[in-house]
């Protein structure tokens, strides 16, 4: 299995892409993971490089204030491109970057290329829950709008993708909504409800935002604008309730020893609330394997991402969902 990453790409490259593939391949030998970057600002990381790591040079790499579309067209020897064209000619089996979010999914588009039969790609994070098995939501940002037989393709590619990576048996699929009622929503909800209830998924039906992070459903489907205000909202909201509690644990000696008994349960918590446990989203419906790891990733986020493509190749996931979109009616 052959991973190309993108080195240079996140806040804290090359050291952290480095730190996580070290450790990966001390882990899984049967991996052969490809460095895509400046090979000067990577060998100083490097130290006692295993034989199934290899460094791909190249100077040029996509910054986070980069237009997507331009950079990805105009750097054609940027680190994330050259990782994307390595999955397109057959050289890897899967690209993994932390860098900017746009490219990712314009090199998805433009370089890896489009499933067939697929119409829109989706950005599919894992969503912390409080039972700590995690959501699957999907579209999170890749497409701000979208059609019913788009949510449909999202649902069946999230629901094959829970079942292949994470070992979730016929997982439940919730269409993200204002109320539980089929008939609750906007035209879009209203329209793609009855073909969910008719799609190859265990379709259980409207889930609102405020049971998301009870784990109301095993794969969340919504179109990308409402998914990504979901998904800022959460993680906007977690913060300020951490710094809260910070706050207020520090306001006196009284409330520094009632923070010393509870510290335990809120790393629990923290812990559970985590990116770096959840490895990266997908980029679902792509002629290859993409993901996409969060851009503040250190060693751990890293490792965690290579172990997620590690077990989406193991299970064939691309060729899966291949299969299952081209059997739909008139390929959705």
């Known amino acids: 299995m052959r991973i190309a990453i993108d080195a240079m790409g996140g806040d804290r490259a090359p050291a952290s892409i480095v730190e996580g593939a070290l450790e990966a391949a001390k882990n899984w030998s049967e991996l052969e993971i490809i460095l895509v970057g400046d090979e000067q600002a990577i060998k100083p990381h490097l130290s006692n490089q295993p034989s199934n790591i290899r460094v791909v040079h190249t100077e040029e790499r996509i910054e986070a204030d980069d237009e997507p579309v331009r950079a990805v067209r105009r750097k054609k020897g940027a680190s994330m491109v050259m990782a994307g064209r390595m999955v397109r ?8 970057s932390a860098g900017n979010t746009g490219a990712l999914m314009t090199t998805g588009l433009l370089v890896v290329g489009r499933m067939e039969g697929v119409e829109r790609p989706a950005l ?4 912390p829950t409080m039972d700590g098995k995690g959501m699957l939501a999907l579209d999170l940002g890749a497409n701000m709008d979208a059609k019913p ?9 999230g629901s094959i993708y829970r079942e292949k990576v994470h070992s979730i048996k016929k997982p439940r699929v919730g269409l993200l909504n204002v109320g539980s009622e089929a008939q609750k929503g906007n035209e879009l909800t209203k329209a793609v409800f009855p073909l969910l209830e008719q799609a190859p998924i265990h379709f259980i039906g409207n889930v609102e935002s405020r049971d998301v992070l009870e784990g109301a459903c095993d794969v969340l489907v919504c179109d990308g604008f409402a998914g990504n205000v979901m998904l800022k909202t959460l993680e906007g909201t977690a913060g300020s309730l951490f710094n809260v509690l910070k706050q207020e644990f520090t306001r006196s000696w009284l409330t520094k020893l009632g923070a010393a008994l509870v510290m335990p349960g809120l790393k629990r918590l923290k812990q559970t609330m985590d990116y770096k446990e959840h490895g990266g989203a997908p980029l679902l419906g792509l002629n290859g394997l993409v993901i996409k790891a969060h851009g503040s990733s250190d060693g751990r986020a890293v490792f965690n991402a290579i172990r997620q493509a ?8 691309t060729e899966t969902i291949s299969a299952e979109i081209v059997r739909q009616p008139s390929g959705k």
């Open 149 to 157: 037989e788009h949510l449909v393709q999202y649902a069946i590619m």
């Open 310 to 317: 590690r077990t989406a190749l193991q299970h064939n996931l």
């Open 89 to 96: 000619e057959g050289e890897a089996d899967c690209m993994i």
């Open 124 to 127: 599919a994070p894992m969503i």
